[in-house]
């Protein structure tokens, strides 16, 4: 291989590595695996201060009881 194709391999390689590790800073994810799990990281997420915690919404299933006695009641 000559110069410029070495400098050119380099800048791909690079450019993609510089490309994943922004990707893995900027993540919000608690468990993070990459490259064929050849990367492994389980990290606590720092939360800003102006940054709300959102609760999950939980959901449950109505009862077809309920609809009914509701639906009578109209």
Same mark, same amino acid.
């Given at each position: 291989?000559?110069?410029?194709?070495?400098?050119? +391999?380099?800048?791909?390689?690079? @450019?993609? #590595? &510089?490309? =994943? +590790?922004?990707?893995?800073?900027? @993540?919000? #994810? &608690?468990? =993070?695996?990459?490259?064929?799990?050849?990367?492994? #990281?389980?990290?606590?997420?720092?939360?800003?201060?102006?940054?709300?915690?959102?609760?999950?919404?939980?959901?449950?299933?109505?009862?077809?009881?309920?609809?009914?006695?509701?639906?009578?009641?109209?």
């Amino acid at each position: 291989m000559t110069g410029p194709e070495w400098v050119a +391999l380099i800048a791909v390689i690079g @450019s993609t #590595c &510089s490309g =994943i +590790l922004t990707t893995l800073f900027h @993540s919000r #994810c &608690s468990k =993070i695996r990459c490259c064929w799990d050849c990367i492994n #990281c389980d990290r606590e997420i720092i939360h800003e201060k102006d940054e709300q915690v959102v609760q999950p919404v939980l959901a449950r299933e109505v009862p077809a009881q309920e609809n009914e006695n509701e639906n009578n009641n109209n």
